[in-house]
T-cell receptor, first 112, second 115 residues
Framework: EADIYQTPRYLVIGTGKKITLECSQTMGHDKMYWYQQDPGMELHLIHYSYGVNSTEKGDLSSESTVSRIRTEHFPLTLESARPSHTSQYLC???????????FGQGTRLTVV | GNSVTQMEGPVTLSEEAFLTINCTYTATGYPSLFWYVQYPGEGLQLLLKATKADDKGSNKGFEATYRKETTSFHLEKGSVQVSDSAVYFCALRGSPRHTGNQFYFGTGTSLTVIP
């Protein structure tokens, strides 16, 4: 059982609100990732981090931002939510080299 | 560059039927290969993996063999059950010297098993 947690699991929020999606892992993983999953199931990498104070944008452009102040914590923030941000957001983490990524259960965000 | 091409779904099978989900990849260097499964409303769970050519990953009756000559990692199961209904993702992780060790996912294949 992987020890990676996302909160909240579900969130419905109004347009223009600021939101933060939380992701924490207790496995000491150096690498962490945020994926956006569209209704067609495809996963798109939007942010990743190699370690503390390291963050990079992924393949899919996103208006969200991330921070990595502590190894175990990788929150994602939307300053002003819009309906186009409605999606499932999956957080993952892993060690370097050859090993799998572990996924959280996801946050399903709906912006109305 | 790295990419994964996965058999499109949805796939519908009767219980106890044989399952194959095709996956081919393009990669620089020597990637690791994975199959993940996603049940409704959940995140992805690792199903099996293989880290070098000719390795066979297996778990819960599922198998996949890392074929470097055909750049494939097809998922198979001899007899599916209703509980196998889920979305399956093929993925690769680039080698550290190439592409920064990132993960690349296929588009997912939805499987429904009917009694």
């Amino acid at each position: 059982e992987a020890d990676i947690y996302q909160t909240p699991r579900y969130l419905v929020i109004g347009t223009g609100k600021k939101i933060t999606l939380e992701c924490s892992q207790t496995m000491g993983h150096d690498k962490m990732y945020w994926y956006q999953q569209d209704p067609g199931m495809e996963l798109h990498l939007i942010h990743y981090s190699y370690g503390v104070n390291s963050t990079e944008k992924g393949d899919l452009s996103s208006e969200s931002t991330v921070s990595r102040i502590r190894t175990e914590h990788f929150p994602l923030t939307l300053e002003s939510a819009r309906p186009s941000h409605t999606s499932q957001y999956l957080c993952a983490s892993g060690f370097d080299r050859d090993t799998e990524a572990f996924f959280g259960q996801g946050t399903r965000l709906t912006v109305v | 560059g790295n990419s994964v091409t996965q058999m499109e779904g949805p796939v519908t099978l009767s219980e106890e039927a044989f399952l194959t989900i095709n996956c081919t990849y393009t990669a620089t260097g020597y990637p690791s290969l994975f199959w993940y499964v996603q049940y409704p409303g959940e995140g992805l769970q690792l199903l099996l993996k293989a880290t070098k050519a000719d390795d066979k990953g297996s778990n819960k009756g599922f198998e996949a063999t890392y074929r470097k000559e055909t750049t494939s990692f097809h998922l198979e199961k001899g007899s599916v059950q209703v509980s196998d209904s889920a979305v399956y993702f093929c993925a690769l992780r680039g080698s550290p010297r190439h592409t920064g060790n990132q993960f690349y996912f296929g588009t997912g294949t939805s499987l429904t098993v009917i009694p």
